[in-house]
């Protein structure tokens, strides 16, 4: 079992720091849920690095929107990634089971610009996520402004927008890993027949050759599922694309959160091998790993 999802610090919080301690706290939770290494994925907007990947990328989008895009990276995008990788770094050194990785989200147009500025950095996994359509957060279920969105626009629209942004990150080869796949629903919006979109979904993973996260976070979100749903991992199953296990925590008490809860989705799937990444490239692993000390 793998944690590959792990944020340092919650969204509320923009004075943010790094410290071994709690990356040993974090692999600690995780070793008592039986999880057998971590993967660090804070968000790239987390990081000033991100600022030029934003710019003018809202332009065109309506004020009230655009205006809360722009408030967000002045909220989140305050620390160095040079200092966040080094850290990571540390840690893996000083013999946690960590791999270092971040949460990379869909820049519409620039994802040859995210793969350019990633590529200096000794990542072993990326995450690829998308969190907004144009600057529509669409998941963002504590802010009004983007929670109206929801009732202002056509179901299928949002969803098929979705999956179209899905489609160009991953065709972008940019990220190795489908965060949280079917998050357009974290609001709790579902078409009465999403099978058009998981097929769609579940194409696009397969033909980039990434993998697929199952995520407990979903379980705290209003559609209170895990990411993906029965019918969307079922057909990421059926197509061979592999999959890593992931709460999505955003501090300590949600590390490996109902971990013993997606081992029964993936049994239930069928599914009986995880993949971990290291230096960006995957190797099997089994669901259930012995607790420590198995390498894997
Ligand atoms: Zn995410
Ligand atoms: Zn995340």
Do not use: N
Not at 43 to 60: C, I, K, N, T, W
């Amino acid at each position: 079992m793998l944690d590959y999802h792990l944020h340092l610090w919650p969204h509320e919080r923009a004075d943010v720091s790094l410290s071994l301690e709690q990356i040993a706290d974090y692999c600690e939770a995780a070793r008592a849920a039986g999880v057998v290494e971590v993967a660090l994925t804070e968000h790239l907007f987390r990081f000033v690095q991100s600022e030029p990947l934003v710019a003018g990328l809202f332009d065109d989008e309506p004020p009230a929107l655009r205006a809360s895009m722009r408030a967000y990276w002045d909220h989140h995008a305050r620390t160095d990634l040079d200092a966040y990788v080094e850290t990571a770094l540390a840690a893996k050194a000083a013999g946690l089971p960590v791999v270092v990785g971040l949460e990379v989200d869909h820049y519409r147009g620039r994802m040859d610009a995210v793969a350019d500025l990633l590529d200096g950095y000794p990542f072993d996994v990326l995450l690829g996520s998308v969190h907004w359509l144009g600057a529509w957060r669409f998941d963002d279920l504590d802010d009004v402004v983007h929670m109206a969105e929801w009732p202002a626009r056509r179901l299928e629209a949002a969803w098929s927008g979705y999956t179209d942004a899905i489609d160009e990150l991953a065709a972008s080869g940019a990220c190795d890993v489908l965060a949280h796949p079917d998050l357009i629903k974290a609001a709790g919006h579902v078409p009465a027949q999403p099978e058009e979109f998981w097929d769609r979904l579940a194409e696009s993973a397969q033909r980039s050759g990434m993998a697929a996260e199952v995520s407990s976070a979903g379980w705290r979100k209003t559609c209170a599922e895990q990411y993906p749903a029965a019918g969307l991992l079922e057909r990421l199953a059926r197509r061979g694309v592999p999959f890593t296990t992931a709460s999505d925590a955003h501090r300590l008490s949600y590390v490996a959160d109902r971990a013993d809860d997606l081992r029964a989705v993936l049994g239930a799937a069928g599914v009986g091998e995880l993949v971990a990444f290291s230096g960006r490239r995957p190797r099997p692993v089994p669901v259930l790993a012995a607790a420590s000390g198995t390498g894997a």
